[in-house]
Structures are given as structure tokens and as C-alpha cells.
């Protein structure tokens, strides 16, 4: 999954949502006190995909969309520019062969989120994308 993720930041690194975000996508968890908008992603699920003399994997991949705007336009614009990166991309995976990126799920919410200016209302889209790989 290293190789996936050295995938991802580098589909990132040249996408319209890198700049739109001024590049803040992490791994995991955004560092403490990041300046909005920003992006998370993380591995959801990686389960065996070995069928026949096939070795491969199926992961599932979360993207989450943060926006502190009072309007979704913000977060929606964002996950347009996530759309035209991921959704069935190619991309070069050291060691593997990607066979599909494709977006499974999405949702829309507004949440809780303590500022050190107190509670505000965030937007933040869950964005799910199935991924196959198969070794190389």
C-alpha cells in the first residue's frame, strides 16, 4: 500500500484540487490547526484479491473534503476537482498494475469542528474509491 499511496500524492501533486487546496492533502489525519480548505485520505479496507494464478489486492480508498465557508460551494468544487483526478485514473504503482481507481460512494455532511475561535460548522464531503491492483 506504500507504493499506492506515493501513487496518490503523486496524482495529486498535479491535479486542479492540489492547487485549488493550496496542497494540503494528508495521509491519515491533518496536522493540528490546518489551515482550511484541506483534504484527508486513508485506507479504509485491503483485502486479498488471488484468484487462479492472479496475485492482487482490492482496497478501499477515503478521500474527506474539509470546508469552513458557511456555503457547500467550497467543499462541492472541490470534490468536483477530486472527481476529474480519481475517478478512473491511471497511474503508475511501483511493483503492481493498477487495474481500476473508480468512486464507489460519497456524502455530504456538516459537522462540529473546535476552533480555537470556539465551535463552527464545517462541510466535509466522504468520498469512497475502489481500487484493484495485481502484481507485477
Known sequence: MKNLSTA???AFGTSTLASYIGGRLYKGQAPDGVEFPYAVYGLVSDVPDNVFAKQGEEALIQFDLFSILSSSTQVETMYEYLKTAYDDCSMTITS?????????NAMLMVEDYTTPAGTQKVWHYAVDYSVILVAS
Not at 96 to 104: Q, V
Open 8 to 10: 496518490i500524492f503523486t
Open 96 to 104: 503492481t498494475t493498477l487495474i481500476w481507481f473508480r468512486r464507489d
